[in-house]
């Protein structure tokens, strides 16, 4: 099973701030198949990014994935008050795992 | 506009079954996978297994195999979850989602999840 591990685990940033967060794989991740969500309190999860760079539907453009084999980032480039959540990282290269998550929080 | 509606909260014995339906609209049922993922109290996301809802065909978590079955009925485009052997750490809010579509196995609608709760 491919073990996924985000990082950090709490990030505080302020809004207009640049948000970077990671998810490194325990082994190769094939056709960079690394998905990326976000969930706020008491909500479902959102997809925002899938093949670890394409944006889905409806995403704004302030979201960006990269990365291939092992190492994946998603960035946020200009923090809006409603970015502030949870974010996962999901493989589908190998099976299904997601990763433990990272909290966005505001500073 | 895709909607999936899921079954009401369950609370649950030690050693009991649960079973948790997840009606689909708004596309073509069969064209999609459907996930159950799930998520404890406060922790993150857990993928459970998913069902092709056209053949049946399921795939399911190492964790689950021997005491989860996934089905599919296509007359009410809706899919069934049936967990059994239930302990207090199976209580979470299980979700189904539909799949974007292979090999995009990502999940690009949610049901607003089913509560279980495991407690004597």
């Known amino acids: 099973e491919i073990v996924l591990t985000q990082s950090p685990g709490t990030v505080s940033l302020s809004p207009g701030e640049r948000a970077t967060l990671s998810c490194r794989a325990s082994?190769?991740?094939?056709?960079?198949?690394l998905a990326w969500y976000q969930q706020k309190p008491g909500q479902t999860p959102r997809l925002l990014i899938y093949?670890?760079?394409s944006r889905a539907t409806g995403i704004p453009d302030r979201f960006s994935g990269s990365g291939s084999g092992t190492d994946f980032t998603l960035t946020i480039s200009r923090l809006e008050p409603e970015d502030f959540a949870v974010y996962y990282c999901?493989?589908?290269?190998?099976?299904?795992?997601f990763g433990q998550g990272t909290r966005l929080e505001i500073k | 506009q895709v909607q999936l509606v899921q079954s009401g909260a369950e609370v649950k014995k030690p050693g009991a079954s649960v079973k948790i339906s997840c009606k689909a609209s708004?596309?073509?049922?069969?064209?999609?996978?459907m996930y159950w993922v799930r998520q404890a109290p406060g922790q993150g996301l857990e993928w459970v297994g998913m069902i092709n809802p056209r053949s049946g065909d399921t795939s399911y978590g190492q964790k689950f195999q021997g005491r989860i079955t996934m089905i599919s009925d296509t007359s009410t485009s809706t899919v069934y979850m049936d967990l059994s052997s239930l302990r207090s750490e199976d209580t979470a809010v299980y979700f189904c989602?539909?799949?974007?579509?292979?090999?995009?196995?990502?999940?690009?609608?949610w049901g607003q999840g089913s509560l279980v709760t495991v407690s004597s």
């Open positions: 082994q190769f991740v094939s056709s960079s198949f």
């Open positions: 708004g596309y073509i049922f069969t064209t999609h996978y």
């Open positions: 999901q493989q589908y290269g190998s099976s299904i795992t």
């Open positions: 093949d670890a760079s």
């Open positions: 989602a539909r799949e974007r579509g292979y090999p995009q196995r990502v999940l690009d609608f």
